[in-house]
């Protein structure tokens, strides 16, 4: 069952931050503010991140994975480049370069003591500015965790974050419930989805098991026995759009995603189709 409109109003008290950046494009500091220590934020010992020596060794290095952060320092002793360190000790899942490669920091257009993000959903990168003395091990574990968009993104709190700063301006849902033994297969195909639509659509998962999470599914007015679905979002004007399925399949995603990137294609012809009848 399809069902398509426009989103309503919504206050910042009603919805969860996610929301708030997706329809009201609201400040989502205090998201931030409430997320400081994120689940995956736990105090590790420091680990010595891959030497980039060139250009080239950068470019395999970044290209090799979803998400990859590189340090770039003058000195690889410094105290940033320590605290740098102690981050990548905590992340354990995120590859991390560090450079000191005069030639690497020019290609990337970056001064020592920036620590870089770059990304693979949206093909963005972002940059920490290190020379501030407050930046530490822990800013930057919030950095990264609040820039670290995948293929397929699990909504919380912090990534909500790097949703709203993200250039990508349609935005895929699946609700969806995780403790569900059909999850693992579901996540597969949409992630198979995801690598069609990479650059083009932002693709989003909501456990729909987490009772913060249950205004998200009133808010497009589902229910849980018609999950798993799909929302569909566009940002800048809020046309929206709802697909309850019976399963999650690769032919269903695609399906979907083409049929509203073809509505707002449309939708951008008309005002050129009228301007060229009222000339005649």
Do not use: W
């Not at 360190?85 to 290609?107: C, D, K, N, Q, Y």
């Not at 004007?237 to 309850?244: M, P, R």
């Amino acid at each position: 069952m399809a069902r398509r409109g426009q989103a309503g109003t919504m206050g910042t008290s009603v919805f969860p931050c996610l929301f708030i950046i997706l329809f009201t494009r609201g400040s989502p500091a205090g998201c931030a503010k409430d997320s400081g220590s994120a689940s995956h934020s736990t105090a590790g010992t420091a680990e010595k991140p891959i030497l980039l020596n060139d250009i080239a060794d950068a470019k395999a290095f970044i290209s090799s994975a979803e998400v990859a952060v590189v340090g770039f320092f003058q000195e690889p002793e410094s105290p940033e480049a320590s605290q740098f360190r102690l981050a990548a000790g905590r992340i354990a899942e995120v590859p991390f370069g560090l450079s000191t490669s005069p030639a690497v920091m020019s290609h990337y257009g970056v001064t020592a003591n920036t620590v870089t993000l770059f990304r693979r959903v949206d093909n963005d990168r972002r940059d920490l500015d290190m020379n501030s003395k407050d930046v530490d091990a822990e800013k930057m574990t919030r950095f990264i965790r609040m820039n670290e968009l995948r293929l397929v993104t699990e909504y919380n709190p912090v990534t909500a974050i790097g949703v709203m700063q993200s250039s990508l301006q349609l935005h895929l849902l699946l609700i969806t419930d995780k403790m569900s033994p059909k999850h693992p297969e579901q996540m597969h195909r949409y992630r198979a989805a995801a690598e069609l639509f990479k650059g083009k659509i932002f693709f989003i998962l909501v456990d729909s098991n987490l009772q913060s999470n249950e205004r998200i599914v009133s808010f497009f007015k589902l229910k849980k026995s018609q999950l798993p679905a799909l929302a569909i979002f566009h940002t800048p004007d809020e046309e929206q759009d709802v697909l309850t399925l019976d399963e999650v399949s690769v032919e269903r995603v695609q399906d979907f995603c083409n049929r509203f990137l073809q509505r707002m294609q449309k939708k951008e012809d008309e005002p050129e189709e009228k301007v060229l009848n009222e000339e005649l």
